[in-house]
């Protein structure tokens, strides 16, 4: 995750993952209404593009200031986050 973060902070790269969430909300805004429970895809859709817009709106040495907080927390704290993560990813799943 550290990795990560200290790739999107180079340069402006952080507009890259504000485009991704834009697409990312694109698609399952789209894709939401072909789903099982269509409204947990949907408000994920959401959820991506306010991040997305957000990204966009706070310019890139605001982001890099939230992203050198997260660096400087316990790897405990990280690892929760990614386990987080892993299970916002199976509701995705679960949910498509």
């Known amino acids: 995750m550290k990795w ?5 902070k180079q340069g402006k790269r ?5 485009l991704t969430r834009f697409v990312l909300a694109v698609v399952f805004l789209v894709g939401a209404r072909e789903c099982k429970r269509s409204w947990v895809i949907f408000a994920f859709g959401i959820l991506f593009l306010i991040g997305g817009l957000l990204i966009f709106i706070l310019g890139p040495e605001k982001i890099k200031r939230v992203l050198d907080w997260w660096q400087k927390q316990s ?8 386990v987080l993560a892993l299970v916002i990813g199976a509701v995705i799943i679960f949910s498509a």
């Open 4 to 8: 990560l973060m200290d790739f999107f």
């Open 14 to 18: 952080i507009y890259l993952a504000g």
């Open 75 to 82: 790897v405990l704290l990280l690892r929760v986050m990614a």
